[in-house]
């Protein structure tokens, strides 16, 4: 359930066929987060180890029970999601879901659009190259068809 959250925008600007969804969460909620996604399809993940500071600031995450250091940067996770423009609300919707707490330091999402996608291993650029079999549009086609059949 999103808390303030506003209301779903269709049509982000600039606009554009795919989008990459960034996340920036905290380590623990990653395996909820990754399940989740995996369970909607989402099959092309890219997880990286960071650290940073924001409104949570770098005091308040206490590391393995030692005392904290004002300097110190939170560790999190940025995880990078390129999916097509109508798979971006439920991506987002999906992380809020598993990630939040509603303490601070929860994480922030961002969205910009991505200009092309190349499979390196048969050279396949934009939708052919973001298509993953098994992924979300098969799924939902799959349900759309055997629900019209
Ligand atoms: P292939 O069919 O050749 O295996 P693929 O599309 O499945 O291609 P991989 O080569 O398996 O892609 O992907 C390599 C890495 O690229 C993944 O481990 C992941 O980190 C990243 N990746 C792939 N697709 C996406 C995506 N849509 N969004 C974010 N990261 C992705
Ligand atoms: N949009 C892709 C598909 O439906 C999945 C993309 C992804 O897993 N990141 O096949």
Redesign the pocket.
């Known amino acids: 359930e999103v808390v303030n959250g506003n209301s779903s925008c269709e049509g982000y600007l600039p606009k554009a066929e795919f989008y990459k969804v960034e996340a920036i969460l905290r380590p623990w909620r990653l395996p909820h987060v990754a399940t989740a996604l995996i369970k909607m399809g989402i099959?092309?993940?890219?997880v990286t180890d960071v650290k940073g500071f924001g409104a949570q600031g770098g005091s308040r995450e206490r590391q393995a029970g030692s005392e904290f250091c004002e300097e110190a940067f939170v560790v999190k996770v940025k995880l990078?999601?390129?999916?097509s423009q109508d798979q971006v609300e439920s991506v987002i919707d999906t992380i809020i879901d598993e990630a939040r707490t509603g303490e601070i330091g929860d994480g922030k999402i961002f969205v910009s659009p991505v200009a092309d996608i190349i499979?390196?291993?048969?050279g396949e650029r934009g939708r052919k190259?973001?298509r993953?079999t098994g992924g979300r549009a098969d799924i939902l086609s799959t349900y759309t068809s055997s629900n019209n059949i």
Not at 80 to 83: G, Q
């Open positions: 099959r092309g993940v890219t990078e999601i390129v999916v499979r390196v291993r048969t190259a973001e993953m």
